[in-house]
């Protein structure tokens, strides 16, 4: 029993950044290896950005090893709070979002989470249940519990102040809000991300102001690095991958990152225990075990929470057929364009480049291809037909002009 209760900690603290009141995730674990008993773990999610990468996955992974233990996933989707929108680390103030637009992503993030969590240890949550419900007099006696001097040492707060650029009032809600949510909710235990810090002790603070008779432990999760191995993984630098990335994009793309890299993805996104990853560790160390193999099993294993079953096996035999024998491969993106088209304009629609400028570069760089042949005419115009478009070695898409 010890043993089991001290592996289950150790998987929990796996990877984690801070964690405030690590006592009291103790005695939940071992109350629930003694008698069954569940306790609650809370995540929210502002449903502003439903699509999803890996460094968001983080967070998620680590609800699915709460659940592992005796942990009820209280996923929370801010529908009333993201029509005011968290200010955490903006320089101005956000753009409100319909309550359609939160609904419509709403359905999203669920479709894409159950990939990660078990949904029947899940409760589905939405704020406005009880947020819609506070009034004003609940609303005043909430912002009572907070002072304008201490929201305005908030990093992000301050500079704004300090700048002359406007905070709105509802901002100043925001963190009271989410911190309600975990009052609401009786919350045992809330994740969140190391930027979310104030927001998250917050939680903590109104549990005592309300007299829950708790106060919840905190667990923030790091910034996963991108591909680059330097930067955080972002769309916007393009060193991401997306949980909607095809199969062969996403094993390629995993493939590519260093041999270092790959431990801190083991970490923090493998579903492998701590033992066995140390076990592989110690294979690589004393060379039973090849590098380039041990990404291939990670590669296969995110590729197949994604995808489905086989479907890690059929990336693999997929990637190697391309790359050993330089084909091309068999499932890729297809699009449908009118004649004639312009070499450079077929690069941005078929979602190559993000602009016609970069395919002239690339071409200019004879880094493209039009069915296996590199071509170096960027005025060049493709007429009906069907054509295989490549961009350096992993990118592909078929046009079909007519």
Not at 96 to 121: P, T, W
Not at 255 to 274: C, G, Q
């Amino acid at each position: 029993m010890e043993n089991k209760i001290r592996e289950a900690i150790d998987e929990i603290k796996r990877g984690s950044f801070e964690i405030i009141d690590i006592e009291a995730i103790q005695k939940l674990i071992k109350r629930y290896f003694e008698t069954g008993e569940n306790f609650y773990v809370k995540a929210g999610f502002d449903p502003t950005a439903p699509d999803l990468h890996l460094g968001h996955t983080v967070l998620i992974q680590k609800l699915a090893t709460f659940q592992k233990f005796g942990g009820i996933v209280q996923f929370l989707i801010g529908d009333f709070t993201a029509t005011i929108g968290d200010p955490t680390g903006k320089s101005e103030t956000r753009k409100v979002l319909s309550e359609e637009d939160v609904q419509r992503n709403a359905v999203s993030y669920k479709d894409q989470v159950f990939k990660i969590l078990d949904e029947s240890k899940t409760q589905v949550m939405f704020n406005s249940t009880w947020l819609k419900e506070l009034g004003t007099g609940g609303l005043i006696t909430l912002a009572s519990n907070l002072t304008v001097a201490r929201m305005i040492e908030r990093d992000d707060f301050s500079k704004r102040f300090a700048s002359n650029t406007p905070i709105a009032v509802s901002e100043f809600l925001y963190p009271l809000l989410q911190g309600y949510d975990s009052v609401a909710m009786n919350t045992d235990i809330e994740l969140g991300g190391t930027d979310q810090k104030f927001n998250l002790l917050m939680g903590r603070t109104l549990q005592k102001a309300y007299n829950c008779k708790k106060q919840q432990a905190v667990l923030m999760m790091p910034i996963l690095e991108g591909l680059d191995g330097v930067q955080k993984m972002s769309k916007s630098l393009g060193n991401y991958i997306g949980v909607t990335d095809q199969a062969f994009d996403m094993f390629g793309k995993i493939l590519s990152i260093s041999d270092e890299l790959m431990w801190r993805y083991f970490e923090l996104l493998s579903a492998k225990s701590l033992k066995e990853i140390e076990e592989i560790k110690e294979g690589v160390k004393n060379e039973t075990l090849h590098p380039k193999k041990v990404k291939e099993s990670l590669a296969m294993e995110i590729v197949e929470r994604f995808h489905g079953n086989g479907a890690g096996i059929t990336a693999k035999e997929e990637f190697e057929r391309v790359f050993a024998k330089k084909d091309v491969p068999t499932d890729m993106n297809s699009f449908e364009l009118d004649a004639p088209v312009w070499i450079c304009q077929a690069l941005v629609d078929s979602k190559l480049v993000d602009s016609t400028s970069q395919a002239r570069r690339d071409i200019k760089a004879n880094a493209v291809s039009i069915n296996q042949e590199k071509i170096g005419d960027d005025k060049l115009n493709l007429e009906k037909g069907e054509y295989i478009l490549q961009k350096g070695k992993k990118n592909f898409a078929k046009i079909i002009i007519k």
